[in-house]
């Protein structure tokens, strides 16, 4: 897997705002109509920001019920996928599966497991940016905050409250809308702030497709035994 370094910022509470989209920059479909219009538009652009997000659990044991939200951001808007609204699960297939469009975000191995089995939804052409970005000189995973400061030298805001609210509302409060919204919008940013290179290196590593697993050779004995 290709890794690309970053500097790691020493404080990132001094740093600058992120400016993430403003209120009227972000769309909730409500009817199939309204998602095939918003798949037809974000299929237009080559790369996009990706993020899901599901009512969290409290009780030892409890399993989440997610996602309960998708979220896509384009360089200009941000589209909520409310997972109960009518035309949501084909609207996002469209453009999940979608072979040319590049999907980026953090941390999606949870998200990639839980569109496989409660939507049946397979991700296909994404990065991982937690997975393929390193700060110089370290080792391990970088977050979403990181990342925006390592790139952009900008600061954004992850409010643990927001966080962990209920994503299953069917009405979302506006900072719910914000804090979806831009964690798919920052993703974007992150990797449209990379240089040429490290961008061409990263889309090598989503052009390249999953190799086919090796059948276990067979132990002759057990064989022989077999007979």
Request: with cysteine; charged share 20%.
């Amino acid at each position: 897997m290709s890794i690309i370094h970053i500097p790691q910022h020493p404080d990132i509470d001094a740093l600058s705002a992120f400016e993430g989209l403003p209120r009227e920059r972000i769309a909730i479909p409500a009817s199939a109509a309204a998602f095939a219009a918003a798949v037809d538009e974000i299929l237009t652009f080559p790369y996009v920001g990706f993020d899901t997000e599901s009512k969290p659990t409290f009780k030892a044991g409890e399993v989440s019920g997610g996602p309960h939200l998708i979220q896509f951001a384009t360089p200009h808007k941000a589209y909520l996928f409310q997972v109960v609204a009518p035309g949501c699960i084909d609207a996002a297939r469209a453009v999940l599966e979608a072979p040319g469009v590049v999907k980026f975000g953090f941390g999606l191995k949870s998200d990639r497991s839980r569109l496989r089995s409660k939507l049946g939804i397979e991700l296909h052409t994404y990065i991982d940016l937690g997975k393929t970005l390193r700060y110089q000189g370290k080792k391990g995973q970088v977050g979403l905050r990181g990342a925006v400061a390592g790139v952009l030298n900008m600061r954004v805001r992850k409010s643990r409250s927001v966080a962990t609210s209920n994503w299953a509302n069917t009405v979302l409060s506006e900072a719910q809308q914000a804090y979806a919204a831009n964690d798919a919008y920052a993703a974007l940013r992150v990797f449209l702030g990379l240089s040429a290179e490290q961008q061409r290196l990263l889309l090598q590593l989503a052009s390249t497709p999953p190799q086919p697993r090796r059948a276990k050779p067979r132990h002759p004995l057990r064989e022989d035994a077999s007979r």
